[in-house]
């Protein structure tokens, strides 16, 4: 099984569950700025589809297709991305991908 939630709201109330999420349609390129807990005080543009249409399961096991735009589409992208294993940074460039691994790096070494 694979899950994300999602919540974009304003107001934190209104959260999205997605069982077996799968992304069936993709629609135009965007650029946004990302950031993650994966990678702590890392944050640049990402290029990604604009609007996505995702088909998963809800809480109750339900069939859904939802069609996301804004920063829904990039949530959602986000977040099945961890699920394949990947992070926002390796959709920058080598160079910016080498100086946040020397970052991160040094600020591990300043923890110890």
């Not at 994300?4 to 999420?21: G, M, Q």
């Not at 944050?43 to 096991?61: H, M």
């Amino acid at each position: 099984m694979r899950l994300i939630l999602v919540d974009t709201s304003e107001a934190k109330n209104d959260l999205k569950v997605f069982i077996n999420p799968e992304i069936i349609a993709t629609v135009g390129s965007g650029e946004h700025e990302e950031g993650c807990l994966s990678v702590p005080g890392v944050y640049d543009t990402v290029t990604r589809p604009e609007r996505v249409r995702v088909r998963a399961l809800d809480r109750d096991g339900q069939p859904f297709e939802l069609d996301a735009d804004g920063l829904m589409a990039v949530c959602v992208q986000h977040e099945i991305d961890h699920l394949d294993g990947k992070v926002f940074v390796e959709y920058l460039s080598r160079l910016k991908q080498e100086r946040i691994r020397k970052k991160m790096l040094k600020q591990a070494r300043e923890a110890m």
